[in-house]
């Protein structure tokens, strides 16, 4: 199985909700990451788990918070975003930093 | 200034015509990756060139390394409509953070 899966695959929000984004993968990686991409732009790393401890937060805003409850689960925790937040949002996981990663389809978030 | 950087912004050609792609970088790199990105949805990987090698085959796909001028080719052969996508680059540094660095992609578009 080399699949990433990642829900929901839209989602429209409030300024004042809280969501959460999942994201599941079972090839026994143990790096997973969180980007966020804008149209016609690179993925942008925001967060990097290793061995299910956060090891890279690449000076991502409060409002976005990630978490990694086990090894094959990572969320991304919304709160209080703002309406230049909506964006494709990519996880992705790797047997080892630096190595190759796999994405799931990410989700289009629209804030509103 | 950023890590990567492709070149051109967008190609387009004809069906069966090769496509060729590339990436400059500015320091010193563990491995190259090269990922493909059809509209709106998860990154796909294609190949990892290590620092220590010069070139690799997949299928129609071929890419060179060049560490003494910090570049990168990749080259799709018999191009398909199927092809059409964003191409990006990535870096794995030697020094600094264990992440990738992502080049702001080619669009290549095939025309049938």
């Known amino acids: 199985d080399t699949e990433v899966t990642q829900t929901p695959k839209h989602l429209v929000m409030g300024m004042t909700n809280k969501k959460s984004l999942k994201c599941e993968q079972h090839m026994g990686h143990r790096a997973m990451y969180w980007y966020k991409q804008k149209a016609k732009k690179p993925p942008e790393l925001m967060f990097v788990?290793?061995?299910?401890?956060?090891?890279i937060n690449e000076s991502v805003p409060s409002r976005f918070s990630p978490e990694c409850p086990n090894s094959s689960l990572l969320n991304l925790h919304l709160h209080a975003l703002q309406p230049e937040d909506s964006a494709l949002y990519l996880c992705?996981?790797?047997?080892?930093?630096?190595?190759?990663?796999?994405f799931g389809p990410g989700t289009r978030l629209l804030v509103l | 200034s950023q890590q990567g950087e492709e070149d051109p912004q967008a190609l387009s050609i004809q069906e069966g015509e090769n496509a060729t792609m590339n990436c400059s970088y500015k320091?010193?790199?563990?491995?190259l990756q090269w990922y493909r990105q059809n509209s709106g949805r998860g990154l796909v990987h294609l190949i990892l060139i290590r620092s220590n090698e010069r070139e690799k085959h997949s299928g129609r796909l071929r890419v060179t390394l060049d560490t003494s001028k910090k570049s990168s080719s990749l080259l799709i052969t018999a191009s398909r409509a199927a092809d059409t996508a964003s191409y990006f680059c990535?870096?794995?540094?030697?020094?600094?953070?264990?992440?990738?660095?992502f080049g702001q992609g080619t669009r290549l578009t095939i025309n049938p």
């Open positions: 788990y290793s061995y299910e401890k956060l090891s």
């Open positions: 320091t010193s790199i563990n491995n």
């Open positions: 990535a870096t794995g540094l030697i020094q600094g953070a264990q992440k990738l660095v």
């Open positions: 992705a996981s790797s047997h080892l930093l630096q190595e190759t990663q796999y």
